[in-house]
């Protein structure tokens, strides 16, 4: 294999009808930046990078990527999106902001990774495929602003969960997180990534614990499965599959010194929760149940203190 650089010093901005491409060599596209008005495929089983900062024309820009597992579209410039971006096929990575109004769609045929810190407002969300929000190697975490965010059948959602190192939670920045000023639609799978849990499980019952994941004005549907990746010791039996409960996803429970807990999805809010007492939980009314889980927590911090 080889690798090409080429450097576009045309004055700022260059319209391109379309790029693809071919071969064998891995290129590097660097210099001004470009308007695109055509489709951009990677049709090799390398790496290609456009690190040219780019806009989208008037009308939505197909990309597209190989289906070998070393292919991969990167595009690690700025990105103003006006007309839409459909990610139709392959691996497909944005390294930097995407804005702008224009919608961005993903096929089910398409695995898209947005790392960027934050990615300003793209529009509407519309995910078919596998979408994965943040670097999700616990380096940080990323805020997508969508006015609407749908999430189909054949969708994969994959976010990033954490918290800092004194076990707290801030919305954005010890979690990824899906913001709409319209709705969220949710279906497909859910999968996160624990790989950064750093509250012990043994102060959960102390702590009101809630990820706010999505933040919307209005939520519908539910997902059609819900998965764990990388938890950490002492939440190890959480990987895997959860189980629906009266159309709430609930968590295996964690043993720790309060008894089982265990963690559950509210889509009604787009939280996730760590519930203290399984008991009082009524699963068809979680979100009301949620609401009263800091008052749990005082009552049982409570008996403890008689008890001692």
Partial sequence: SSSSTSTNDIASIYPVS???????????????SLLLNGNVANNTNRSQTISNNITTGSSPVAMSSGTGASSLLSLSGAGTNTGGINLTNGRISFTQAIVGGGNVTTDPTAQVFLQANSQGGIGDLNSGGRLTIGNNNGTGVMVLDTTNATFFSTSTT??????DLG????????ADQIVSTGAVNFNGDLTMDFGQMLIDPNSLESFNTAWKLFDAATYGGNFTSMNVTNAPSGYGNLN???TLDNGVWVSPTINNDAGNQFFAID????????VPEPSTIVFAALGATI???HCINKRRRHKRDVAA
């Fill in 167 to 174: 076990g707290g939670i801030i919305s954005g920045t010890t």
């Fill in 291 to 293: 609401s009263g889980i």
């Fill in 267 to 274: 889509q009604s809010t787009g939280e996730l929760v760590a």
């Fill in 240 to 242: 895997g599959a959860w």
């Fill in 158 to 163: 994959v976010l990033n969960v954490g918290t």
């Fill in 18 to 32: 379309s790029s693809s491409f071919s071969g064998t060599t891995s290129y590097t596209l660097s210099g001004s």
